[in-house]
């Protein structure tokens, strides 16, 4: 994990507009991938809270709440919408929420902000920051707006939402009564290869970011590969030669699972973690530190690697609708570096073939 | 012809002004005596764009078996400006009499595109001085025969990258612009451009997700059609631009001095300006020209606008 640093946030004039927004006002920011939507929010909290305690800063998945944990180590709440809602509403109308009897983690909004107004409840935080926003229901902003916090920052991008049914900026901004949205326009992470590999992807109407890195001489590459152990040679002589950070994103937990035990033989002492919903470890993962982090792509939003593998490829491409092209987008913004596209045994499909951009943007084997 | 702001303005040294008593409450007010040196030098085309009228334009027709005498492709000379090409506001998809949609357009560039291409090459030359826009997107309303990208490749360089869109009623007017690019292209200029041809705003095929770069609207002529509906245009020019991206934006608009055809000016300035456009540039002015018979002085309308890259993202009403 690689942060800017303040004088370095500070001297980008956007950020530096967000950062300097009055914290009694709420603020509402949009901004593409590597655009530092998390290091503000964690920041913008780290400002609130030197003032006022019992900030909160709110994210979707697991993973993004921990990795905001280990950049405000320790100092400021965060946690992810599920279990904060689960138990505010506990502390406050004394019952857990009700939840659909098929899901437990479909709140039942209605009957619970029905409850909230009956019992009078008022905010009783001073601020709330909500990270990657478009994945949050637009349920939660009505409620945090109104029994939370009356001063909220929403940090949002639709165009990485995984879900079909995502909170749209308009939904964000009725629900909250939040002003348009400032946009951020740099993209401080990726090289100008990774960038244009993720650009192929993008679709939606946030305008794609300006990198600001210098180009590196290395497209991201088009990897085919045997079997899984093919894979994970590759992986590893990768590591052994460059180190830092790695990200193996997978779309099956087994295969992760599989690659994490492989790996973890061939590289004694070198961290490799895998986190999957079902373990609920991420509080045993530490993504700043280098070594190897597998993760799926519902818990890759947010998080940033040295180097990416996005291996079965072939369940991410071709991508026939906007929900699939976001999550390419968004799996591909993970890598500040390097970015390899894993597939095999079998060849991909004429129309996955189709769906990947020319080798002026992307190396194929 | 003066573009006193121009260049400035591109350059984002706006500041420039304030030390000359320029700037009032932090707005241009007054530019019309920021630089006084007005163009004396008749404007010149590179020698691959008169090689390109020559071969495309100006030999078709005077080759043509029709052109004798006092004719032009089988017309007389004194028919073609107000009855074939119409000062530039015919249907060009029509065919007129014996000519056919296509010779219709070739009299237009043979008789007008050249002065739109020097007006337009002489603003771009004021607006880019010292400076070179990265791969800027060039919007051209009332295209004609790519007359704008010929325009910005004549100021910037034949090398120079952007995207054009081209949008044109006339479906003629596209063919030949895109026939004059690709001439364009064999003669090593503008190899690499993308065109995008469209007969309106709203049916302009771009498939990128929108970005940063910055954008050029060129008005130039387009005034002069009294059925045209600014409102309607601006606000149609507005969801190309957000389709693009929240870049830059840069509208240069030029047309006759003549009064009559400039009434539709001020609601086109006002509504700009309720857009956020800053007016940086509203006069008459003149350029030299040369012609066969020795140099004239041509008049001109032009003013320029100008967007700053978009912080805010306007949402719609849920």
């Known amino acids: 994990m690689r942060l800017p640093t303040w004088e370095e946030l500070a001297s980008v004039e956007e950020q530096l507009n967000v950062l300097e927004c009055p914290l009694d006002q709420s603020l509402f920011v949009v901004g593409p991938p590597g655009s530092g939507k998390t290091v503000l929010a964690v920041r913008r909290a780290q400002m609130v809270a030197e003032a006022q305690p019992d900030v909160l800063v709110v994210t979707y998945n697991r993973m993004l709440r921990r990795l905001v944990a280990l950049m405000i180590d320790g100092s400021i709440e965060a946690q992810t919408m599920q279990r904060f809602v689960w138990y505010d509403y506990y502390d406050r109308i004394g019952e857990w929420p009700p939840c659909d009897t098929r899901d437990s983690f479909a709140y039942i909004w209605p009957t619970m902000m029905a409850r909230m107004k009956r019992g009078q409840i008022r905010p009783n935080r001073p601020h709330l920051v909500v990270d990657e926003g478009q994945d949050l229901p637009p349920e939660f902003f009505e409620y945090a707006s109104r029994y939370v916090a009356r001063t909220m920052t929403v940090f949002a991008d639709e165009d990485q939402a995984l879900k079909r049914e995502c909170t749209t900026l308009e939904q964000i901004k009725q629900a909250t009564g939040l002003d348009d949205p400032a946009m951020l326009s740099q993209n401080h992470r990726n090289t100008p290869e990774v960038s244009r590999l993720a650009e192929h992807f993008h679709s939606g109407r946030l305008p794609a970011a300006a990198v600001h890195r210098p180009t590196s001489g290395e497209l991201p590459r088009l990897i085919w590969s045997e079997n899984i152990k093919s894979t994970m040679t590759t992986i590893s002589n990768w590591y052994q ?29 070198v961290r490799v973690d895998i986190y999957t919903h079902n373990q609920q470890n991420e509080d045993t993962i530490n993504v700043l530190k280098d070594g190897i982090t597998v993760v799926n792509k519902g818990s890759a939003k947010g998080l940033e690697f040295a180097t990416v593998f996005i291996v079965e490829l072939d369940q991410f491409v071709p991508c026939t609708n906007d929900m699939e092209r976001r999550a390419m987008y968004m799996m591909c913004t993970r890598a500040r570096d390097n970015l390899f596209l894993v597939y095999g045994p079998g060849d991909l499909t004429t129309m996955a073939v189709a769906a990947l951009p020319g080798t002026d943007v992307l190396e194929r084997p | 012809m003066r573009c006193p702001a121009a260049q400035l303005v591109y350059l984002g040294v706006v500041e420039w002004f304030t030390g000359r008593g320029l700037v009032v409450d932090q707005k241009v007010v007054f530019l019309k005596n920021a630089i006084t040196d007005e163009v004396k030098m008749p404007v010149t085309l590179p020698q691959w764009l008169q090689d390109l009228r020559r071969d495309e334009i100006t030999e078709r027709v005077g080759n043509d078996p029709r052109s004798v005498g006092r004719k032009v492709l089988g017309v007389d000379k004194d028919a073609v400006m107000d009855e074939v090409i119409g000062w530039g506001q015919a249907d060009f998809d029509e065919p007129w009499g014996t000519l056919s949609s296509d010779d219709r357009v070739l009299l237009y560039a043979y008789f007008l595109q050249l002065r739109h291409l020097e007006e337009l090459a002489e603003a771009f030359r004021m607006l880019f001085a010292g400076t070179h826009p990265n791969d800027p997107i060039i919007v051209d309303l009332g295209c004609g025969p790519f007359t704008g990208g010929l325009a910005i490749a004549s100021a910037l360089g034949a090398d120079t990258r952007f995207d054009y869109v081209g949008v044109d009623r006339s479906c003629a007017m596209r063919r030949f612009g895109e026939q004059l690019a690709s001439a364009a292209a064999r003669l090593d200029a503008m190899p690499h451009n993308v065109r995008h041809w469209s007969p309106s705003l709203a049916s302009v095929s771009w498939n990128e997700a929108p970005g940063w770069r910055d954008v050029i609207v060129i008005v130039s002529y387009l005034f002069a059609s009294p059925t045209l509906d600014v409102a309607a245009l601006i606000a149609e020019l507005e969801g190309l631009l957000s389709r693009l991206g929240g870049g830059r934006v840069t509208v240069l608009y030029t047309n006759s001095a003549r009064q009559g055809v400039n009434l539709s000016f001020p609601v086109f300035c006002d509504t700009l300006q309720n857009a956020g456009f800053q007016l940086y540039a509203d006069d008459t002015g003149n350029i030299e020209i040369k012609r066969r018979t020795g140099a004239r002085t041509h008049r001109l309308r032009y ?9 805010i993202l306007r949402l719609g009403a849920q």
């Open chain 2, 303 to 311: 003013a320029l606008f100008h967007r700053d890259r978009q912080s």
């Open chain 1, 241 to 269: 030669n460059t180190g830092g950070s790695i990200g193996i994103i997978i779309d099956r937990n087994n295969m992760g699972q599989a690659l994490r035990d492989g790996l973890t033989h061939r590289l004694p002492g």
